[in-house]
């Protein structure tokens, strides 16, 4: 199977690099650059009218957006990569976790990051950027409380075993929080195990790649 990987450094996208890196998946790494606005021209909007990453091609065909399909898209066809526990109860919690990160926190820091998308108006800008900080602030205390009881329970990631897709997409929710320019001093707990992650081989690779290997010293 032939797969391409559009991505942007940093981006949501790191989530499937990391799946692919860590479960030593071929595939050619297409950069969308967003600082350049790359997502937004005529070509990348037909293979994706959304203009986002990431964007999974299939045998140069069949087109697939959105971190969670294409996660459970790998998932089925490397089932030897162990994506997901085979357990099915195991499975349903992390794509629930999965999702939360997708349709909660990742829109609270875009609104924060990109508030132009939103409202016009340096006013409207400003307030909203402060809003959507505080919210995504008491975010990231959510994941690290969920980190805690992990560690409570004796696991160190949210996969068993080994980091999977919802430790690589705490890890960029997480990096995106310094971003934000929320110290890392009011996550420890959180940034000590995004640390931990960031080793992982095929995370490790990953970050390598899209040269932001740095944001983890
Ligand atoms: N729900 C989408 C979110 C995709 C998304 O927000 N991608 C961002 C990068 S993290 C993007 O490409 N933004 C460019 C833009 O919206 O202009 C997914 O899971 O793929």
Request: proline letters at 7%; one cysteine or more; charged letters at 20%.
């Given at each position: ?30 950069l ?59 499975k ?37 950027k ?10 990231i ?22 980091p ?33 992650v ?20």
């Open positions: 199977m032939k797969l391409d990987l559009y991505y942007s450094p940093g981006a949501c996208s790191l989530v499937p690099h990391a799946i692919l890196q860590s479960a030593e998946i071929p595939c050619n790494l297409k969308v650059s967003l600082r350049n606005h790359e997502q937004n021209s005529p070509e990348f909007k037909q293979l994706n009218p959304n203009g986002q990453v990431p964007v999974l091609v299939i045998n140069s065909s069949d087109v697939l957006t959105q971190v969670v399909a294409i996660t459970l898209f790998l998932d089925h066809h490397f089932p030897n990569a162990q994506i997901f526990p085979n357990d099915i109860w195991k349903a919690k992390l794509v629930e976790l999965l999702v939360w990160f997708n349709n909660t926190c990742h829109p609270t820091f875009t609104r924060y990051y990109r508030p132009e998308k939103f409202v016009d108006g340096d006013a409207q800008k400003t307030d909203l402060a809003k959507a900080r505080q919210d995504y602030q008491q975010l205390v959510q994941i690290e409380n969920k980190v805690q009881i992990n560690q409570a329970n004796g696991q160190v990631f949210f996969h068993p075993y080994k999977g897709p919802v430790d690589f997409y705490a890890l960029t929710l997480t990096r995106w929080a310094t971003m934000a320019k929320i110290p890392t001093t009011e996550f420890p707990v959180l940034w000590e195990y995004v640390r931990q960031a080793t992982a081989p095929g995370c490790y690779q990953a970050l390598e790649k899209e040269g932001i290997l740095d944001s983890f010293k």
